[in-house]
Nanobody, 127 residues
Framework: QLQLVESGGGLVQPGGSLRISCAVSGFTFDNYAIGWFRQAPGKEREGVSCISSRGAFTFYADSVKGRFTISRDNAKNTVYLQMNSLKPEDTGAYYC????????????????????WGQGTQVTVSS
């Protein structure tokens, strides 16, 4: 059964850090690009960061460049999003998604595109 499970969300103060994880099971992990997307109340889902199947290519939305870092551990079937210098506008539900090998990560993040989606983890940045 294909499954993506996000974890690690929570409440953090502005300027703080958080690392969220996406654990994947049920398919060959290194055949898929993985992306992180977020959705704030009343707003459309937007791509945050995406990483290619073997980790060679990454994409970041302009709003998170220099603050967020995406990485993947193919031995653990897990993708991480390290979020530093968090801002209130980073608040939202964060979802991970998988898309087949050959995906252009910039397209995956900007359209956004995903074949399989997780249920999301909430990140709230507030004092």
């Amino acid at each position: 059964q294909l499954q993506l499970v996000e974890s690690g969300g929570g409440l953090v103060q502005p300027g703080g850090s958080l690392r969220i994880s996406c654990a994947v099971s049920g398919f060959t992990f290194d055949n898929y690009a993985i992306g992180w997307f977020r959705q704030a109340p009343g707003k459309e889902r937007e791509g945050v960061s995406c990483i290619s199947s073997r980790g060679a290519f990454t994409f970041y939305a302009d709003s998170v460049k220099g603050r967020f870092t995406i990485s993947r551990d193919n031995a653990k079937n897990t993708v991480y999003l390290q979020m530093n210098s968090l801002k209130p506008e980073d608040t939202g539900a964060y979802y991970c998604a998988a898309r087949g090998r050959g995906t252009v990560v910039s397209a995956m993040c900007t359209r956004p595109l995903g074949d399989y989606w997780g249920q999301g983890t909430q990140v709230t940045v507030s004092s």
